[in-house]
Each structure stands twice: as structure tokens, then as C-alpha cells.
């Protein structure tokens, strides 16, 4: 996950406050204009602390991105309702808006930084083979293209939501993204139509 082995728990709070401030001085300056002394400073760490912990910026930024991904794997079996994962993921987002934005606003203009809905769709795939052949679906040739379309919808409607103030609830949302990934347009009409989720 970082650079040191054997992390004491002073270690990894030291790494949230680092991906704490990045995220914050993104959503201030922007990804390009955040600098190591930006952070450290911020931080209130020493430069060598930072490089115990991480290579550079773009580092710390990919791992702030896994390790959001990993935080809701590890959430998706407290799901409730009739959707959980997806449920666990929105209300995810409700308790870390800013992290979330910030990844979303830095997405593509941070060098060799790799895309959080790369890793969102990469770890996708493994999920949505396990529920194509379930429903007797042949998996060869959908997977990636499946898990990209999913991820990218996610996305999408997750920053329209966050940046409007979330006026409905992460229940709501994840009803309103699996009934739309589901059946599309379609299962937004009144009844039982053909692409709905009854």
C-alpha cells in the first residue's frame, strides 16, 4: 500500500492526513498546482516523512485511490436494503464528498496517475462475471466493456449527485443507478414495462 512495512497506527494516520490535505488542496488549487510543499506544509509533516510514506504526489494520489476502492470492498457485506453494494458505495460517498470530488477533479490531469474508475471498473469485472453466469450469460467479450460502461454511469451520476447537494438519500440513488443500469430509459416508465425491475 505505501513505502513502509509494519505501519503503527501514528503511520497510517499520518498517511490519511497526507491524502486528507492532497484532496483538499486539490479542490483549492487544483491537481497541477499542488506541490510536495504544499502538502507538507500543510501537513505539518517533515519533506522525509512524506517520502517514508510515498514516491511523489501522482504515488500518493493513486493509493488514495485504492485505498477508497479497498474501504468499500471491505463495506459492501454491512449493505442493506434491496441493493446493497451499491447502497454501501453511495453512502460512502455521502461521509467522504470531498474526497470524492477531489479524485473526480484531478482525474486525467495528474501525470502517470492512473483513474479511480480504471480501478472501479477493473475490480468490477471480477464481480460481474460471478453474476453473468448466474443468470446463464456467457461472459466472454462483455466483461470489460460491461464493467467500463457501469463504472463511467457510476461515476457520472455519483458527481452530478454530490454536487447538487445530495437532496436524496444513498438508498434512493442506488435504486435510481441500478434501475437505469438495468433497464435504461426504459424502466423509468410507469409499470412493469419491459426493461424494468419489478
Do not use: C
Not at 143 to 149: H, K, M, Q
Request: aromatic share 8%; net charge neutral.
Amino acid at each position: 500500500m505505501a513505502r513502509l512495512t509494519n505501519l503503527t497506527d501514528r503511520g497510517r494516520e499520518t498517511q490519511v492526513q497526507l491524502r486528507d490535505v492532497l484532496m483538499a488542496l486539490i479542490l483549492e488549487k487544483g491537481y497541477d498546482r499542488v506541490s510536495i510543499k504544499d502538502i507538507t506544509e500543510r501537513a505539518q509533516v517533515d519533506r522525509s516523512t512524506f517520502y517514508l510514506h510515498f514516491r511523489d504526489k501522482d504515488d500518493l494520489f493513486v493509493k488514495s485511490q485504492r485505498w477508497m476502492v479497498d474501504e468499500l470492498l471491505a463495506l459492501r457485506s454491512q449493505g442493506r436494503g434491496p441493493y446493497p453494494g451499491i447502497t454501501v458505495t453511495f453512502e460512502h460517498m455521502a461521509r467522504n464528498p470531498r474526497l470524492y470530488l477531489a479524485i473526480w477533479q484531478a482525474e486525467g490531469l495528474a501525470s502517470h496517475a492512473g483513474s479511480f474508475e480504471d480501478y472501479i471498473a477493473t475490480t468490477l469485472a471480477g464481480v460481474l462475471e460471478g453474476m453473468l453466469r448466474e443468470r446463464g450469460i456467457g461472459a466472454e467479450g462483455l466483461l470489460e466493456p460491461l464493467s467500463r460502461y457501469l463504472a463511467g454511469a457510476l461515476r457520472s451520476l455519483a458527481r452530478w449527485w454530490l454536487e447538487t447537494g445530495m437532496a436524496t438519500s444513498p438508498a434512493e440513488m442506488a435504486g435510481l443507478f441500478v434501475r437505469l443500469a438495468a433497464g435504461g430509459l426504459e424502466s423509468l416508465a410507469p409499470g412493469p414495462g419491459p426493461g424494468a425491475i419489478a
